[in-house]
């Protein structure tokens, strides 16, 4: 069993991949191809926000939104501890300092209520991660935003795919529930907005593991605002506003045609693979409850889903229970072992003893074995498996 099952899904899509990379080998334009402009254009279309940017990679989206806030050195930026480095690693680049707010215990992401305390004269910007594939408490997180001028930058490498409806507003009307069962956590009403289309700017990854992901490294930026998208573009192609025109600091941050063509090649499976990795999130909380009930999962709120980039729970003795799980067959990861603020690169930007949670999820978290093509039997065999090593 693999953690992430990349060969099914080229098997199933074997056809529209290769004869999508064809065409780019047959036309050549390997740098800003056509299929450049048109994956943006279709993630346009899937995301609802008005600019797609592709870029290199994840870690490069973040970099290339926090330069066009034009981040002054020593301006800050409020982030969550518990997530992949990148998301600190981009602010530093930038010249900015992270701070560090906890996250909440249930959901592991950021815990809104502590953002606001955060704040000072020198915040620029809030980056929530939408961790595991579940996006954060947007809704309060832009208000904060907007009350204090803010911008808030979507770190969603793990949640493209990912839908949130929010607090119900006096302008929306409650539309009939989505097709099929109601689904644990997912609210009935309305189509709700997607991962990367609910801030400033949103962040994906097409890293080969992520919800979405091409063969090597690639990334975009969502934002629906034409200036901001504007200077994307120009820093992703080194600062020119125009051909050998350098108006701005760039960097080499383009995506390759070819990986382009794979996500291309990829995406008309994509909706059913979301509705897939709901299903066996819902699921994997069902068969845990019955077969482990004591075991604590990662709580989904009531107005949003979760595309389950990583199926992780929480367990005490982590390491003694991989190893069975790792006896029975069944591979199991950690995202994320330590906190940045326990990070030897990060560790000046907090006390170790701040943010608690973290630390705490830091010890405990554990993914289990989650893509669009798990079967029915290998969950029922990997659930039977844990609830053994539980025991
Ligand atoms: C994967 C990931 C990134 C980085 O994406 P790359 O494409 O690998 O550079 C950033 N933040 C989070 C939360 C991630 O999971």
Aim: charge should be negative; charged fraction near 20%.
């Amino acid at each position: 069993m693999d953690f992430i099952d990349l060969k099914s899904q080229y098997a199933a899509l074997r056809d529209n991949i290769n004869s999508r990379i064809q065409a780019v080998l047959d036309h050549g334009q390997y740098i800003l191809g056509p299929e450049v402009e048109e994956m943006e254009a279709a993630l346009v279309a899937y995301s609802g926000a008005k600019h797609c940017i592709s870029v290199a990679s994840g870690t490069e989206a973040l970099l290339i939104c926090l330069m066009a806030l034009d981040l002054q050195p020593g301006d800050e930026v409020i982030t969550s501890p518990f997530t992949f480095a990148a998301t600190a690693e981009m602010i530093v680049l930038a010249g900015g300092v992270p701070v560090f707010v906890d996250i909440e215990a249930d959901t592991a992401n950021i815990d809104a209520t502590l953002i606001e305390a955060a704040i000072t004269a020198k915040t620029k910007a809030i980056m929530p991660v939408s961790l595991y594939g579940q996006v954060a408490d947007m809704d309060v997180i832009n208000a904060i935003a907007t009350k204090h001028g803010l911008a808030v930058i979507e770190d969603a490498a793990q949640s493209f795919g990912a839908t949130y409806w929010g607090a119900p507003t006096s302008a929306s009307t409650p539309a009939a529930p989505r097709g099929g069962a109601p689904a644990l956590g997912r609210p009935g009403g309305g189509p709700g907005k997607k991962s990367c289309n609910l801030s400033t700017f949103g962040c994906t990854s097409f890293f080969p593991s992520k919800p979405l992901g091409c063969y090597g490294d690639g990334g975009a930026i969502f934002t629906s605002d034409d200036r901001l998208a504007q200077a994307c573009r120009e820093i992703r192609t080194h600062g020119q506003s125009q051909r050998y025109l350098h108006t701005r600091l760039g960097v080499g941050g383009r995506m390759d045609t070819l990986q382009c063509a794979v996500v291309l090649g990829k995406l008309d499976r994509f909706s059913w693979e979301i509705e897939r990795r709901l299903a066996l999130g819902d699921a994997y909380a069902r068969k845990l409850q019955a077969a482990a009930p004591d075991l604590q999962r990662l709580a989904v709120r009531g107005d949003r889903d979760c595309v389950w980039a990583q199926y992780t729970v929480f367990v005490d003795d982590r390491d003694a229970v991989q190893a069975r799980l790792k006896q029975a067959g069944v591979p199991t990861a950690v995202h994320y072992p330590r906190p940045l603020h326990h990070q030897p690169a990060y560790a000046r930007y907090a006390q170790p003893e701040s943010c608690p949670h973290s630390v705490a999820a830091a010890s405990r978290v554990m993914s289990l074995p989650m893509s669009a093509d798990l079967t029915d039997a290998q969950q029922d065999q990997i659930v039977s498996a844990l609830a053994g090593a539980l025991r």
